[in-house]
DNA sequence: GTAACCTAATTACTTTATGTAAGTAAGTTT
DNA sequence: AAACTTACTTACATAAAGTAATTAGGTTAC
């Protein structure tokens, strides 16, 4: 096609980051596992419905693990992988760009 | 509100390149300068609309230069700025994690 | 014990974003 | 002058995201 045609593999990543909500939600979990209810009042805008969407996907790429304590009440935790705590240092690139340039 | 908010300036970039198309247009223009139709053929689906689209608001961000070049025919040409170029350790980023765990 | 509350969702519906395809304007080549 | 090229724009269809109400477990307050 093009000699400039672009890797699968980066381009399969940056659809995965180009999800809205996803960074944002990644970049929480790197303070610790969080439960559903405290990663919605974290993200001020994000909808129930999204944030459930989102971490299904983010749990089906490998990068979030879902588990269920059998307390009473029962507790959610969300958590990173270790190919989610893998993509820290994008996001501490854009905090980089970001504190430089806007 | 919450201890865990998030800075708006990284808030505001994250959101840049969250939108569809951002970070390839970014990637393909780390490469030197190009034309709309280079553009269009080196990101194999995207239209006309959104690459125009996308093109724009790069420029009000202040990320991409578009620069006209009053030839026989006229030649229009898209290149990164400064701010723009600062954002390729961000896909260099992007590049290592897809190598390492895609 | 029942009314109200909490968490982690799901469903139905609306709005916005993106995709597709055709059209336009200025100019070039055949 | 008919066909082609580049860099767009416009109109319309489909997909994704936002909003709000509902559900299914279980808890606490009275």
Same mark, same amino acid.
């Given at each position: 096609m093009n000699e400039t045609?672009?890797?699968? *593999? +980066? %381009?399969?990543?940056?659809g995965m980051l180009s999800k809205r909500w996803v960074s #944002?939600?990644?970049f929480q979990? #790197?303070?610790g !596992?969080? *439960? +559903?209810?405290? #990663?919605e009042d974290? =993200? !001020?805008?994000?909808?129930g419905r999204l944030l459930s969407e989102r971490l299904k996907e983010l749990e089906q790429e490998g990068i979030v693990r879902r588990e269920v304590?059998? %307390?009473?009440p029962v507790r959610i935790e969300y958590s990173l992988t270790d190919k989610g705590r893998? =993509?820290? !240092?994008i996001l501490? %690139?854009?905090?980089? /760009?970001?504190?430089? /340039? #806007?």
């Open positions: 045609a672009i890797c699968p *593999r +980066f %381009e399969k990543a940056v #944002l939600i990644v979990l #790197l303070n !596992p969080s *439960r +559903f209810c405290a #990663l974290s =993200l !001020p805008n994000i909808s304590y059998p %307390e009473m893998a =993509l820290a !240092p501490a %690139e854009i905090g980089t /760009w970001s504190s430089n /340039w #806007l």
